[in-house]
T-cell receptor, first 112, second 111 residues
Framework: DGGITQSPKYLFRKEGQNVTLSCEQN?????MYWYRQDPGQGLRLIYY???????QKGDIAEGYSVSREKKESFPLTVTSAQKNPTAFYLC???????????FGPGTRLTVT | RKEVEQDPGPFNVPEGATVAFNCTYS??????FFWYRQDCRKEPKLLMS???SGNEDGRFTAQLNRASQYISLLIRDSKLSDSATYLC????????????FGGGTRVLVKP
């Protein structure tokens, strides 16, 4: 069964701690993305990667970091520098030549 | 001004009725347009692409008006299962696959 998995579904952390969100895909897609969604708002792009070992900042990269060591994996670290980390985080992937992005089920992060 | 703007709704629609809503975009260089559907607390899923000549997929019709810089979505014969948030998505530029999302229009279909 091909798809994108994100874990965990819910994550709770104390302020000041770094936390890493997992994203794995077995669709053989080259491109992967991380978005953040706040209540009642659209998705905002954090980071994206079009190929292994390469990634670019999106619109709101401050306070986040990523790595792309394997084609199927694109973990996102929310650092203590991110001022408002509580949000719904969505990972997506797409073929390099296709615009359709397939989304994972998301991780709801709550930082108190 | 936001790059992609939508009426947040909700649009309360009687079952079987028709509902339509628009999305405006600010960048005239926008190249591609899509409608995604997002159910409550779930991930977005592609509903349909929007073509210049307009296109239809079953009960859903999408239109693009480049002169006025908006796209529209019309849902005919609304079903209870159509209740969701509909996200307008725009792609700018030729490089990469970066999408810009609107805030979504919430539709509630009621019996």
């Amino acid at each position: 069964d091909g798809g994108i998995t994100q874990s965990p579904k819910y994550l709770f952390r104390k302020e000041g701690q770094n936390v890493t969100l997992s994203c794995e895909q077995n669709l053989n897609h080259d491109a992967m993305y991380w978005y953040r969604q706040d209540p009642g708002q659209g998705l905002r792009l954090i980071y994206y990667s079009q190929i292994v070992n390469d990634f670019q900042k999106g619109d709101i990269a401050e306070g986040y970091s990523v790595s792309r060591e394997k084609k199927e994996s694109f973990p996102l670290t929310v650092t203590s520098a991110q001022k408002n980390p509580t949000a719904f985080y969505l990972c997506a992937s797409s073929r390099g030549d296709s615009y359709e992005q397939y989304f994972g089920p998301g991780t709801r992060l709550t930082v108190t | 001004r936001k790059e992609v703007e939508q009426d947040p709704g909700p649009f309360n629609v009687p079952e079987g009725a028709t509902v339509a809503f628009n999305c405006t975009y600010s960048n005239s260089a926008s190249q591609s347009f899509f409608w995604y559907r997002q159910d409550c607390r779930k991930e977005p899923k592609l509903l349909m692409s929007v073509y210049s000549s307009g296109n239809e997929d079953g009960r859903f019709t999408a239109q693009l008006n480049r002169a006025s810089q908006y796209i529209s979505l019309l849902i005919r014969d609304s079903k209870l299962s159509d209740s969701a948030t509909y996200l307008c998505v725009v792609k700018y530029g030729a490089a990469g696959n970066k999408l810009t999302f609107g805030g979504g229009t919430r539709v509630l279909v009621k019996p």
